[in-house]
């Protein structure tokens, strides 16, 4: 077993360490944080005297040397490693889990999602970015007419820290969702954990330190209290925060955000909402995959999510019908306990002082207009570890409750999160009051659209997508396959607008941007070629007597260049190929229909039979470095080809990436077809696979 597991089973409580500047690092002292279930005191969580100052300098020099040395290929497969490293021991992560109230569902969420997110940005990181250390942005832009000077965005990365300050709902997934990122990007982090659950974090860095794979200075973890952490950073930094809006707005008012320009995002309340159709049937799959949507994001995590469903919206003939089904799933699927007790299915909150948060917040929405219809908030009846029944439990145990509000324009619904296993239902007139009260939240993470009628779920959609940050679509053919309500996934977006905190964490290689700067860099084409790794048209090229296929990519470089030789193209040609192929489309077999076309002359040859005819006039036959052509992109056709006219074709090396694992790499060529007064018939790009040597 991992030492962070043995040590926090021991009797004696420890003392939580950090690990900053390379070694770990202890405090005298701290505050307890307890077994959620038991109240069992677990370790002592402090920082006072650790040199913040010190771990922040420490990112920026050693953290970004380690990291800028390799390619974003390089640094996605240390991803990939690091993932399959944490699977193999992610064991011991769940023994600590247990501690912090989690069932081993709850557990899968956090830890093998947050291991989910690695492999994610380990496969994007090598599909969708290039094999150097920046990205290219957009298409170039010429900026003058003899094309001697023209720009380009280059997105490069920052040259600080990735501070996080992280909840303690997901103290494993909470820090992976931003790592990954920010590590594909290049930029070393520090990560915040809060002290609920920051047992399960450190466990989780440990493993990740122990495995070897992290590069000098590229993870920090500091356990304890921040207070004065922007302090510390200025304008190369990033700050990532996931918790309350109140605190998150303290942050932004900071004078390093202000004024300093420390990039802030932020993931805070949100009063998510899930909406029947009026189209649903009490009958229907769409009415039973609601109800276990709701039952479910009540539960999981003890509600303890920030994508939770807080306010269940649905018509007014069927509020009655979807507060008993929820009621009755809830008495039939839940137990309350020890998650490490047998048949538990919803374990205690992090802390008693979460729980006793959420019982202040029922009681005022309670004021505010709801009434409870399913639970109380007394201490439940929970089964201990060893089997037995406890009716007065020590650990932060709560039971489901919903609520039920008759004035679905209640102020408190639309304002007060209870942060637990807490939801409210309200009632709609039609699809325009059913977007107006989703919107009332003020901006959301994600919201359920639950509707088999295509009318519907386009004006719901529509109308509150502004709002909200994701939405789900829930019907009875995505029911099974769907990855729910409550799971962002690291392809998406994960944010939203207004009260959410206007983040956007996650959501594929966006996420990396965020750790980048987007700069336009403008000159000549050669410096351009310099500067982006991809050869630009006007830069110097490489014709020789050597055929660029000919060349390894150790040896070709870009701007290696064929020009082909004219080629005519003849009426018999066009029709062998229309007769051929089967392509009879009239612009090449009627002279008097294609003439009337006012974008054809008269019969004009295919512009498929012109890219075939092209790579004659590019590929050497013989067997040499040149492996497949895996592809065309970009392709246009721009000048038609009447009989008569010839073409020839202008092959350039435009981008070269070797494969860190493969004996090959991908060229990209620059491919451009010309007539013979040298108008441009067609550009678009080449793609093949070239062996190194």
Known sequence: MNDAATQLLATQTRVLPSYVQGAWWQPSSGTPTRDASTGEELALVGSDGLDLVGAVEYGRAVGQKSLGELTFHQRALRLKALAAYLTAVKEELYVVSDRTGATRRDSLVDIDGGIGVLFTYASKGRRELPNTMSIVDGAPENLAKDNSFGGQHLYTRIPGVAFQVNAFNFPV????????????????????????????????????VESGLLPDGALQLVCGPVRNFLDTLDVRDHVAFTGSGSTAAQFSAHSSIVSGGVRFTAETDSLNAAILGPDVSLDSPEFTAFVASVVSEMTTKTG????????????????????????????????????????????????????????????????????????SLLDPAVINLDGTVATAPDGAFLSPVLLQFDDADADAVHEIEAFGPVASVIGYRDLADAVRLANRGGGSLVATVASYDPQVVQSLVLGIAAFHGRVLVLDRDDARSSTGHGSPVPHLVHGGPGRAGGGEELGGIRAVKHYMQRTAIQGTPAVLTAITGQWRAGAPMGIGAEHPFRKSLSRLHLGDSIISELREITLDDISHF????????????????????PFFPGRVAHGYLLIAWAAGLFVDPAPGPVLANYGLENLRFITPVSPGDSVRVTLTAKEITPRETEEYGEVRWDSVLINQRDEIVATYDVLTLVAKD
């Not at 018509?315 to 979807?322: E, K």
């Not at 229309?578 to 009239?586: H, I």
């Open 173 to 208: 997934w909470g820090m992976l969702e931003k790592f990954a990122p920010a590590f594909l990007a290049g930029v070393p982090s520090i990560v915040k954990p809060a002290t609920p659950t920051a047992v399960l974090t450190e466990a989780a860095v440990r493993i990740m």
């Open 304 to 375: 303890q999510k920030c994508t939770s469903i807080r306010r269940v919206i649905v018509a007014l003939p069927l509020v009655d019908a979807v507060v008993a089904a929820i009621g009755e799933r809830l008495a039939k699927r839940v137990v309350i306990g020890d998650p490490r007790a047998e048949g538990v299915t919803m374990g205690p909150l992090a802390s008693t002082g979460q729980r006793d948060e959420v019982r202040r917040s029922v009681e005022a929405l309670v004021a505010g207009g709801g009434r409870i219809v399913y639970g």
């Open 578 to 597: 229309a007769e051929f192929t089967g392509d009879n489309f009239y612009a090449h077999t009627d002279e008097e229909a294609a003439a009337a076309n």
